[in-house]
């Protein structure tokens, strides 16, 4: 057989084994999807669904038209909403071993950068559960592939497909410009700027535009709100606040200790090599996040890339039969000898290391335990999640304590709603602090009989009072001496709180009853977007 009649199936082999990785990351998701509850975010996430819209205060519609989909064909059960963000970590799996093929990377290099995205930490935690965070790897790692393809091969047409998964990016999450701009930065500091002059690729950007024109124009008519929520976030300093080397600390935490060696070579590799343009990208987009808002998950949609150029490099540096571990050097009056050490250990070893510390880890970011269990393991390891938000904590880090106490939330609120007469009943409307509370209403409220919620949190404030008029409330989460500076009688009717939930979900139930003011027209007061 010929080398050129054998690389289909050495090329098939790295597929399997890509694959085969794509899938462990699958099933790992569909298996503990089905713990815990509802994340806090998806139950907003399931409310956006419901009112479909070109553009909602805090992210772009792509995740509520998926949420839509989801509920039209699978329903709203916790293993049908996870389904979709489980299937895109398992496609980004595939998609970095596709960068390592497309980098000119070998079986091993593919594997090794498929593997390196399934143990990453951080893709664990926001692969779990319905949010934006993990579809948005996929547009740009898309990209990013793109790009390769068009200083690999000079084909300027595949400009027009960038445009249309750039557009898509924008419509998924607005956080697209910035490894958009990133992208042309890289390439106006290189020599590969020549690939900007191309009929090609404007009519790429003409697609991106087209595609992304109604989030733009819905962004226009309400005044741009995502902006204005991100400006309050910053004042309220709700975000945890670090320094550039707790930032960089934090991310070689969240993509693997271990496999920081391989993005950081790949790092190296590609500011040196003739995608340049890809690695000055990295570097930007990531000065910019951390300027702008550095919270952590930010940045992970740019890593794939790296793991793929460093798997890469190190397939290259193990390719020979022996390396030295140490150079031959002259001590006096000692001549060291080198000591060598066969690259075929280092791979097997490397990788078990890897995927030792990963299982290590998982238990942190998958409701793999009990939360028994987790605490529990928790005070064993010592090891934790990164804090992304300065809220007060409960005995369970925050991606796993917003996962509780929803439905007895919704509950309690019913106990109390359906102790008014029938006729009240139909004049009450439930007023949430913030999308969590209301989302639960509208999730759970139709198997308790209660109407739909309102709120002044986030998209809840445009959709309004819903033609509540405040004689008659049923409001979560305030405080009574509040209350009763608003409205003719307030009394306290239950409490929620659940053991897991966090510290701030664990609040009052009060009735209350002739608003002082017609709501609709203190509707404004009640804006909360942060």
Known sequence: MTATQ????WRAGAGALVGALAAAKLLLH???????????????????ARHLAWGYVDVAPMIALIGRVELALLGSSLSAIRLAPALAGAALVLLAGRLARELGGGRFAQGLAALCVLLAPGFLALDHFLNVNAFEPLCWMG?????????????????LWFGMVAGIGLET???????GFALVAGLLLTPERKHLFSRWLLLGGAAAFAIFLPNLLWNVQHHFPFLELQANIRADHRDVSLSLAGFFGQEVLSMLPLAAPIWLVGLWSLLRGRYRALGLAWAIAAGIIFCMSPRIYYLFPA???????????FEQWLAGPRMPWIKPVWI?????????IKPVWIKPVWCALMIAMGALLAPTLLPLLSPEGYIRYAAATHLEQPRIETHKLGPLPQLFADQFGWEEMAAEVARAYHALPADVQARTAIFGQNYGQAGAIDLFGPKYGLPPAISGHQNYYLWGPRGATGESLIVMGDRQDVLER????VRKVGRAEHPYSMPDQHIDIFYCQGFKQPLAEVWPKVKNWH
């Open 332 to 340: 006096k009056p000692v001549w060291i000898k080198p000591v060598w």
């Open 30 to 48: 569909l298996y503990a999807g089905r713990s815990y509850g509802y994340f806090i975010d998806e139950l907003y996430n399931l409310a956006l």
């Open 173 to 179: 999450k607005h956080s697209m410009l910035i490894f």
């Open 303 to 313: 890593f794939p890339v790296l793991f793929a150029a460093g798997a890469v490099q």
């Open 486 to 489: 608003k409205c003719a009688a």
């Open 143 to 159: 990209c990013a592939l793109i790009l390769i393809r068009i200083l690999r091969t000079g084909n300027e047409k595949l400009w």
């Open 6 to 9: 054998a690389k289909p199936h």
